[in-house]
């Protein structure tokens, strides 16, 4: 799953958005802001 900075990305669980937390170099820490599930995103 890749994610742009302009790309909104949706909670797998919820489907809430997720909120970059941090970049991890060739990805980003992502969590959902509704329930708290993580999860990280190839930058594209």
Do not use: F, H, R, Y
Not at 12 to 18: I, L, R, T, V
Request: one cysteine or more; aromatic letters at 0%.
């Amino acid at each position: 799953m890749a994610m742009s900075d302009s790309k909104q990305m949706n909670c797998p669980c919820c489907g809430s958005k997720m909120e970059k937390i941090q970049d991890l170099g060739n990805s980003v820490l992502v969590k959902c802001t509704e329930c708290g599930l993580s999860d990280t995103a190839l930058k594209s």
